[in-house]
Nanobody
């Protein structure tokens, strides 16, 4: 199976930066897409950034120009660099992998808390 574990969350002041990392373990031969999602208290989970197998990326309008998603093939990790953080970025951030082979399915990490103080 596939396991995802996020790290890098924490408390930061407005305007600060954090780098989230999602360590991917288990057997994955082909990935359709990978992404970061977040859920703030009382709100629905939303897509923050995604990375497809062809290298294309997609960002929520609210984070464009501030966040950057990347994949570290050496460490088998998915990263999210977050700059110029705002109070409204406060949420639990989770990584998601859509695996095609050998296990077909959607896998989620447990999430990491990001809190931006205003």
């Amino acid at each position: 199976q596939v396991q995802l574990v996020e790290s890098g969350g924490g408390l930061v002041q407005t305007g600060g930066s954090l780098r989230l990392s999602c360590l991917i373990s288990g057997r994955i031969f082909r990935i359709n897409s990978m992404g970061w999602y977040r859920q703030a208290p009382g709100k629905e989970r939303e897509l923050v950034a995604s990375l497809r197998s062809d290298g294309s990326t997609n960002y929520a309008d609210s984070v464009k120009g501030r966040f950057a998603i990347s994949r570290d093939n050496v460490k088998n990790a998915l990263n999210l660099q977050m700059n110029s953080l705002k109070h409204e970025d406060t949420a639990v951030y989770s990584c998601r992998v859509h695996s095609l082979s050998p296990y077909s399915g959607i896998f989620w990490g447990p999430g990491t808390q990001v809190t931006v103080s205003s």
